[in-house]
């Protein structure tokens, strides 16, 4: 399941994911609001928690990231992922070298610095 994060600041884009995570969680919640997020702005800031409660990813989710941050690839601003997971904190740090923004990860519990970081 995939759901906004609210509150957040003028040009900063939030998900967070929790249970299974499918393909029409992408197709439904973040590419909509990556498209909202976009209209509005030349770039943003993308927050992506994978929360506590995660449990994983279908294939079908993990195809739709990637076509999610290839077609917006140059859309992005900085992006911090915010996870407890390790194989996601890895798979991240191996992937940020090709992504043309700062990526950063963050604990679950440093979830304020994320925002605070993005914000900056």
């Known amino acids: 399941?995939?759901?906004?994060?609210?509150g957040l600041p003028e040009?900063?884009?939030?998900?967070?994911?929790?249970?299974?995570?499918?393909g029409e969680d992408y197709e439904s919640v973040l590419e909509p609001a990556v498209e909202r997020g976009l209209k509005?702005?030349?770039k943003i800031r993308f927050l992506y928690q994978i929360g506590r409660e995660f449990t994983?990813?279908?294939?079908?989710?993990?195809?739709?990231?990637?076509?999610?941050?290839?077609?917006?690839?140059?859309g992005f601003e900085k992006c911090?992922?915010?996870?407890?997971?390790?194989?996601i904190r890895?798979?991240?740090n191996l992937f940020r070298v090709v992504i043309p923004c700062p990526v950063k990860v963050f604990d679950n519990d440093a979830l304020a610095v994320a925002?605070?970081?993005?914000?900056?």
């Open 1 to 6: 399941m995939m759901k906004i994060i609210p």
């Open 11 to 22: 040009g900063v884009v939030g998900v967070e994911a929790s249970g299974d995570v499918t």
């Open 40 to 42: 509005g702005h030349a």
């Open 56 to 74: 994983s990813f279908t294939a079908g989710a993990l195809w739709d990231d990637a076509k999610v941050g290839m077609r917006h690839m140059t």
């Open 80 to 87: 911090a992922v915010v996870t407890d997971v390790k194989w």
């Open 90 to 92: 890895d798979a991240v």
């Open 115 to 120: 925002k605070a970081w993005l914000s900056a």
